[in-house]
């Protein structure tokens, strides 16, 4: 059983996306990057849908956070939809490292997650929807 509402990985796909959305700071000496209006675009340790992302992930409850990963890993193919608890048991075993930090590290969240969902019998764009 899920032990996450749908919504919350709705919106951890939604934050997620704004992020990849994001580049690499562009590190040119002597410029004014501040004055860039394309800086808007960089990714800084400071960014606010980064500070939120981790936030927002790090409030999660442990299940909350196992069960997160768990759909990551379903919509990546690491686990069926049918493995949806040994994949969150495993979630739970194997967390060493802080799951914000873990899962900003996974290219191609927002995707993974919303297609855990799909495989899940859950719409995603729905969930999304009601988000905004």
Do not use: C
């Amino acid at each position: 059983m899920l032990e996450i509402s749908p919504s919350k990985v709705a919106y951890v796909a939604i934050l997620a996306r704004e992020i990849d959305a994001k580049v690499a700071p562009w590190d040119s000496e002597g410029d004014d990057t501040d004055s860039d209006g394309g800086a808007i675009l960089e990714a800084h340790a400071d960014d606010p849908a980064v500070l939120e992302f981790t936030e927002f992930v790090d409030g999660l409850n442990e299940d909350e956070q196992a069960s997160l990963v768990a759909v990551m890993w379903i919509g990546r193919d690491t686990f069926s939809a049918d493995d949806l608890e040994e994949a969150i048991e495993t979630a739970r075993s194997e967390a060493i490292n802080k799951t914000s930090e873990y899962l900003m590290g996974i290219p191609l969240l927002a995707d993974y997650l919303e297609a855990g969902l799909e495989a899940l019998g859950i719409d995603p764009e729905e969930e999304e929807q009601d988000l905004y």
